[in-house]
């Protein structure tokens, strides 16, 4: 599946998908607050890659720290649409 294919599912059609996927599909969509709710307390680090990339977006850039050390990934310097393709790149195996 493509980037565009991704976005493109519908809420329903993403319910299947692991919740790290679910939550970015949310940022794609510019849910800030539902993507943030699907994560928030999981403990994966796909999960923590996506709830670090959410405290960018937020500028909280201490929290997106936190949550890099989580996810074991190495802070961004991308842009945020650069760092939001990466993720869906390597979660989407493509």
Known sequence: MTIEEFVR????????YPLALQA????????????????????DRDSAWVHAHLHRVEG?????RYWYRRSGKPESNLSLPQERQ????ALLKI
């Open 60 to 64: 909280d850039l201490s929290n997106a």
């Open 24 to 43: 970015l599909w949310y940022v794609y969509h510019n849910d800030w607050h539902k993507s943030h709710s699907l994560i928030d307390f999981a403990s």
């Open 9 to 16: 599912q519908t809420p329903q059609q993403i319910t299947s």
């Open 86 to 89: 990466q993720i869906a790149q």
